[in-house]
């Protein structure tokens, strides 16, 4: 079974450096979406790509985040500077649109990020 | 704007227990509503799903009806395993029609033998 493909797993960085993260969705899956999972909280949407455009990033800090899925496949988020507030799980989740209710967001694994 | 509020936990049950996880929902329109469930070091999994008013999801046991009267959704199993212990999301589909998901907090079931 495809699934969504993300890495690192698990990413340990200073406050002020600068982390990447990366995420392969499932073959022939149009829309791409980043999501924040604070502990003990649930999801919350970073951003959303439609191929290689952006749907929605209006909950994206952008003065220090970034995201980029420059040929509409694969996508890298960026943080710089990161903070301490940023720890949390990096979601990525992919689904073949999103303007269908039958368009399932299958979710990766997962990125945890701990900041010091 | 579009909430979801969970019932807290965690949740403790024996083994052949039966569970009922309240959700309940703020929305504008008709928003689709789902389960969704993450396993300890995994990401999360779609469990059941409901796109209209009294509609009923069901997946591996577990059901959950739309009931639009009383903006609710809740989780339910007649008989839980020691294997459904995992954290439970209830999230809607809004109206901002982008297909962006909305959750509640989780709740955390154990599940003892």
């Known amino acids: 079974e495809a699934e969504v493909a993300q890495s690192p797993r698990y990413k340990i960085t200073e406050k002020s450096q600068a982390v990447a993260f990366w995420c392969d969705p499932i073959s022939g899956h149009a829309t791409l979406y980043w999501y924040r999972q604070i502990l003990g909280q649930g999801p919350e949407l970073l951003v959303q790509?439609?191929?290689?455009?952006?749907?929605?990033d209006s909950q994206l800090p952008k003065d220090r985040f970034s995201a980029e899925r420059l040929k509409g496949v694969d996508s890298t988020l960026k943080i710089q500077p990161a903070e301490l507030g940023d720890s949390a799980m990096y979601l990525c989740a992919s689904s073949l649109g999103w303007a269908s209710d039958a368009n399932t967001q299958y979710f990766g694994p997962g990125t945890r990020l701990t900041v010091l | 704007g579009d909430s979801v509020t969970q019932m807290e936990g965690p949740v403790t049950l024996s083994e052949e227990a039966c569970l009922t996880i309240?959700?309940?929902?703020?929305?504008?329109?008709?928003?689709?509503l789902f389960w969704y469930v993450q396993y300890p070091g995994e990401g999360l999994q779609l469990l059941l799903k409901a796109t209209k008013a009294d509609d009923k999801g069901s997946n591996k046991g577990f059901e959950a009806t739309y009931r639009k009267e009383t903006t609710s959704f809740h989780l339910e199993k007649g008989s839980v395993q020691v294997s459904d212990s995992a954290v439970y999301f209830c999230a809607l589909r809004g109206s901002s029609n982008t297909g962006k998901l909305i959750f509640g907090q989780g709740t955390t079931l154990q599940v003892k033998p």
């Open positions: 790509f439609q191929d290689e455009s952006v749907v929605d």
């Open positions: 309240n959700c309940t929902y703020t929305a504008t329109g008709y928003p689709s």
